[in-house]
């Protein structure tokens, strides 16, 4: 039973080691490249214009947005989330409610609570108005 509890983290460290290993080497490998010669390197200025398919680009590349979009999309993903959770406790609450009995749904009024009050946070603070 320790054999395959550790075994288990033994795959992970693996697996660590090789999501450090590769980007790392594909990064020194193309400095390599660079230093050696074998990559050219030739700076040009219209390499470094933004690339907007195939038609001529207007202004600059580091247009000014509006934070409320960013603001927005944040608290759509935290409550998509809190729905995510919700679903399933709510699909299986019969059976875990035979065997846990009130603990499921304080532990899930807890967690409700919680993104209530953030809710309540972010309408204090007018991240929900538009004006």
């Given at each position: ?6 075994r ?11 999501a450090?290993?590769v ?24 390499k ?9 680009p207007?202004?600059?590349?580091w ?8 603001m ?17 406790w ?9 065997e846990?009995?009130l603990f ?5 009024s ?6 209530v ?5 972010a ?5 929900l108005?538009?004006?």
């Open positions: 039973m320790v054999d395959d509890y550790l288990q983290y033994g795959f992970i460290l693996i697996i660590s080691f090789v450090v290993i980007p790392t080497s594909m990064l020194l490998l193309s400095w390599i490249a660079t230093a050696v010669r074998i990559r050219p390197h030739k700076p040009n200025p219209i470094y214009t933004t690339y907007e398919c195939g038609v001529e207007i202004g600059s590349g247009p000014q947005f509006n934070f409320r979009y960013y927005f999309a944040l608290l759509f993903v935290i409550f998509d989330v809190e729905v995510v959770f919700l679903f399933p709510a699909a299986s609450f019969g059976t875990m409610s035979a846990f009995g499921v749904l304080a532990e899930m807890v967690f409700i609570g919680i993104l009050l953030g809710w309540v946070y309408w204090k603070k007018g991240s108005e538009w004006s």
